[in-house]
């Protein structure tokens, strides 16, 4: 069930909301990263739950984006795993 909403999360996630939760971390995007990085996203079947499927999606956003970049969205995604108490699941 955690996966679903995780998953759905990703899947409706716009690039003005990857931006804003960047902010809220003091991480900064582009409007040109974020949107790359949304469409990847949605576009992908991976398991957000599945270590080995994040560090595909990383890898990914590092050839989409830069390594910089991928490395500003798992700090994003950690920071949100964090304060929202979803830590024994990952």
Do not use: C
């Amino acid at each position: 069930m955690i996966k679903q909403v995780v998953h759905q999360k990703l899947k409706s996630l716009t690039p003005n909301a990857l931006i804003a939760y960047g902010q809220e971390y003091q991480i900064y995007l582009t409007k040109e990263q974020a949107t790359s990085i949304v469409y990847y996203l949605k576009k992908t079947d991976l398991n957000p739950l599945d270590e080995k499927d994040r560090i595909k999606a990383l890898k990914k956003l590092a050839q989409i984006t830069d390594p910089q970049t991928a490395q500003k969205v798992n700090r994003i995604f950690q920071q949100m795993i964090k304060d929202n108490g979803l830590s024994h699941w990952f």
